[in-house]
Structures are given as C-alpha cells and as structure tokens.
C-alpha cells in the first residue's frame, strides 16, 4: 500500500523567512496531494492540494511542487508570519479513492516573531 | 452548515468498557471516515464509507466496528476499550470518493485507562 514520508518534523523560522516542508510516497498511482493545516485542539484543514497533471499550484504565501518521476511534493510557505505556526500535514490519494488519504508524520512549523 | 460534528469532544474509558464515537456531517458528503492521530505518526486511517450500508476497512481496522445507515452519520464504535487505543480520533467526510477534499471535525479525545 501507500507510504508517506515527511520531513522535517519540526521546523523554526524568524518572521519573514520561507518555510519549507518535502514529502515522498511510494505508489505511482497516487495522484491527489493535498497539504493540511492544524492548529492547536482543532482538525486538520486543507490549505492546498495538487494533482499529478500539474506540476505547481500557487495560493498567494504558499506554493505546492510536485515531482511525479521522483515521487515526491513539497510545500513552500513565503514570508512567513507567527500565525502559520501550526502542524503541517501531506497525504497522499488515489483517484476514486476520494478521502482515504494517506498522511505523512506531520511537520510542527513555529514561526518567531 | 455545522459541517462535520463529532461528540464526546473528551472521553475517558476504563480497559474493557464499549463506548460509541458519534459523527455526523449535513453537507450531503457520500465518503465519510475515521482516522486516528498519534504523536509522530501522522494520521491513520481506521474505517471508510462510499456510501450508506457500504464501509471497508483503512490501516488500522482492529478494535473498531463502523455501520453507516443514513448518508449523514458514521458513528466508530470500540467494543473493548484497551490502552492502545488511547488517541485523538478525527472524522472526516468528503463530496465523493472522486472529489477528494476532505472536511474534517474537531476531533475527539480519548484516554483509556
């Protein structure tokens, strides 16, 4: 079955800076990537996704990549402010398979002021 | 829209005891599941429903039973509570099994002692 691998899982920024967090998965038929957000004692929320005919998707601060032949997506977060400071989720899915996502290990992303 | 609801928000069992996590969702969702979150290891997929009277099961199946009558609920039943399954447990639905976005609830915590 599908395996997620996420890295890294914590990560600490200065206001301002970009933030970066890269995942792997292990089936080539996956093809649905969606990047959650979560924040303290709430579930987790989509904040952007792709899917394996586009190559870059951008929603003004954050950008998602994906790299089909090396099976792996990353998310990138610009100028990052302390508000961001959450877990970040990548999953991974099948077409058909609607939300049985499979999730990576989560990267807890804090942003100092 | 309420969304996705999930009660008790905190539950504290005794090794042994049965209890019923309730979820339910008003957004007319047809793919509907339970997922479990430990530190450090993502979220895990228990059960998922296609639709009403169909449900399969996810990663981690064992210990919990799921039926899903009506379109709107998908309660996560534990028959004998054990100390394993001590977790955060989140519901989530989405439009289709083809339409992957997926809402989740606020999740329930639960501690078995």
């Known amino acids: 079955g599908e395996n997620v691998e996420q890295h890294p899982s914590t990560l600490s920024v200065q206001e301002g800076d970009s933030a970066v967090i890269k995942c792997t998965y292990s089936?080539?038929?996956?093809?649905?990537f969606p990047w959650y957000k979560q924040e303290l004692g709430k579930g987790p929320q989509l904040i952007i996704d792709?899917?394996?005919?586009?190559g870059e998707k951008k929603d003004q601060r954050i950008a998602v990549t994906l790299n089909k032949t090396a099976k792996h997506f990353s998310l990138h977060i610009t100028e990052t402010q302390p508000e961001d400071s959450a877990v970040y989720f990548c999953?991974?899915?099948?077409?058909?398979?609607?939300?049985?996502?499979?999730f990576g290990q989560g990267t807890e992303l804090s942003v100092k002021p | 829209n309420a969304g996705v609801t999930q009660t008790p928000k905190f539950q504290v069992l005794k090794t042994g005891q049965s209890m019923t996590l309730q979820c339910a969702q008003d957004?007319?969702?047809?793919?509907m599941s339970w997922y479990r979150q430990d530190p450090g290891m993502g979220l895990r997929l228990i059960h998922y429903?296609?639709?009403?009277?169909?449900?399969d099961q996810g990663e981690v199946p064992n210990g919990y039973n799921v039926s899903r009558s009506t379109t709107e609920d998908f309660p996560l039943r534990l028959l004998s509570a054990a100390p394993s399954q001590t977790s955060v447990y989140f519901c989530?639905?989405?439009?289709?099994?083809?339409?992957?976005?997926?809402?989740f609830g606020q999740g329930t915590r639960l501690t078995v002692v």
């Open positions: 989530a639905s989405s439009y289709s099994s083809r339409v992957a976005e997926a809402f």
């Open positions: 089936d080539s038929a996956s093809n649905y």
């Open positions: 792709i899917r394996s005919n586009v």
């Open positions: 999953a991974a899915s099948m077409s058909g398979q609607g939300g049985k996502l499979i």
């Open positions: 957004m007319n969702h047809e793919y």
């Open positions: 429903s296609v639709g009403a009277g169909i449900t």
